[in-house]
């Protein structure tokens, strides 16, 4: 491991890394991050953590999550389904909040229902809620998260039933019925994680078998290129999109790939995984005056068709690092890294050809702060920690609000919008403070961790 030491932070300088900024570069500043700063920012992000829940105890209770500027509450659907509180709960264990933590889990666990007459996006229930809730059961061993847990489970089952076994988009709680169709490779093959625990926790293999052929099925769509495309029919199986890169609707179908091998020994995503990332580093790599970057090309000649690269790819150098592709990883977060530093906050996409931002808002994502702990654990170099100091700084600042924490409509001008997201508890203020903390808060021996943040453990089968 690294020691603590000085670092000129020559990641700062922007110009270096082929982005043209638009305000005068940061100059070179010499920072380090010891153990007893460290241990400050881990405190500072449990406090800002328990503003933002705060700020939903307060003005949102019992709903989907918080409006943070004008303190009120919204619900994906008719009902709520606690997705905040949910989310947010491993986070609370893990921070050692143990209150806050118990009072989410008896609201979960005594006022959350899963049957009701409403048609919710399985992708998204799967990653927050299935996982949230056995990520819980997990960490605190109360019975009543599992049994919710397999309950939601059996009612999400019958989106694998079409005749790919490429799930439906969305499926009914109470009737089972599933519908929508054209769904993508993440949504399809980021489902094993939870779905698997839940198989290992419950010891019915059905739960496993379905969302492993999802991903199966999914990789034997790839091109001969060894890539995937955007879109597909999950009927006909065939392909409406044929873009391929790392970003928004492809980029934790590659994640689950590599993390459902090393949860669940499975050699079959190892075999896939292999070739998969070695294409998508072959063809949607691109140097730019000398930073290394992803785009797009077609999954089918492999040629070249976008140059876009945003707040959900950067989650990339964190599973490249994971994976053990350091030297790549360094790389590509730096280009993420110059990226967020051209306004303080990083856009949703940014033109790196043409320089220039084409989508200006950040939803409070947690992507690049992701990438910043794998490297920081799996390197133990001491820039890492001082990059994240950088980023909680930014992030305070520009989103913290009198009730929470806001989403930024547009990062030129810092406009706040009315939005916080339940993936700021579950994941952004998790990596900033599992960056802070001492390593020994995750064991990545054995846990490892799903897309929306929740820490997965091996089940080891009883003898």
């Not at 009543?144 to 076994?165: C, H, I, N, S, Y």
């Not at 580093?281 to 691109?286: G, L």
């Not at 990545?444 to 453990?457: C, F, G, I």
């Amino acid at each position: 491991m690294f020691k603590s030491r000085t670092l000129l932070l020559s990641f700062l300088l922007v110009p270096m890394l082929g982005i043209a900024a638009e305000k005068p570069a940061a100059p070179a500043v010499a920072q380090t991050v010891d153990d007893a700063e460290a241990a400050r920012l881990a405190a500072q992000v449990k406090t800002e953590f328990l503003h933002a829940w705060g700020g939903y105890k307060t003005h949102a209770w019992g709903h989907d999550a918080l409006k943070p500027l004008s303190k009120a509450s919204q619900d994906w659907y008719a009902q709520s389904l606690l997705m905040t509180p949910v989310d947010a709960l491993d986070t609370m264990v893990l921070m050692g909040l143990d209150e806050e933590a118990k009072g989410a889990r008896e609201l979960i666990a005594t006022q959350l229902s899963f049957d009701k007459d409403l048609d919710v996006k399985h992708f998204e229930v799967v990653i927050r809620l299935l996982g949230g809730l056995l990520s819980a059961y997990q960490l605190t061993g109360d019975e009543r998260l599992l049994k919710q847990a397999e309950d939601l489970g059996t009612r999400l089952l019958p989106a694998f039933d079409t005749p790919t076994g490429l799930p439906y988009v969305n499926v009914n709680l109470r009737t089972g019925k599933g519908q929508g169709v054209e769904s993508n490779p993440a949504e399809a093959g980021t489902l094993l994680l939870e779905y698997g625990t839940l198989s290992k926790l419950t010891g019915n293999p059905v739960f496993y078998e379905k969302a492993k052929r999802a991903l199966v099925e999914t990789y034997k769509r790839r091109s001969k290129l060894d890539l995937v495309g955007e879109r597909f029919d999950v009927v006909t199986g065939k392909w409406t999109n044929t873009s391929s890169h790392i970003g928004a609707r492809i980029d934790s179908y590659y994640e689950y790939l590599w993390k459902c091998w090393k949860l669940f020994d499975d050699k079959e995503c190892l075999a896939m995984w292999t070739p998969s990332v070695a294409a998508a580093n072959r063809y949607n790599a691109e140097e730019v005056d000398g930073a290394l970057w992803f785009g797009q090309v077609d999954m089918h000649t492999g040629k070249r068709t976008g140059h876009e690269y945003g707040a959900l790819d950067a989650f990339y150098p964190g599973l490249l690092a994971y994976s053990g592709d350091i030297d790549r990883a360094r790389r590509l977060q730096d280009s993420s890294f110059a990226m967020w530093n051209l306004h303080g906050i990083e856009p949703e996409a940014y033109d790196y050809r043409k320089r220039e931002i084409t989508s200006a808002g950040y939803p409070l994502r947690p992507e690049i702060v992701e990438s910043t702990w794998y490297l920081y654990r799996l390197t133990g170099d001491p820039q890492y920690r001082v990059m994240g100091k950088k980023l909680f700084e930014d992030f305070v600042r520009h989103c913290r609000t009198e009730a929470g924490y806001a989403a930024i409509e547009d990062v030129t001008t810092m406009k706040q919008a009315d939005d916080m997201e339940s993936f700021v508890l579950a994941e952004t203020f998790k990596y900033f403070y599992l960056l802070f903390a001492p390593p020994e808060t995750i064991d990545l021996e054995k846990v490892v961790l799903n897309t929306e943040a929740h820490p997965l453990r091996r089940v080891v089968p009883t003898p």
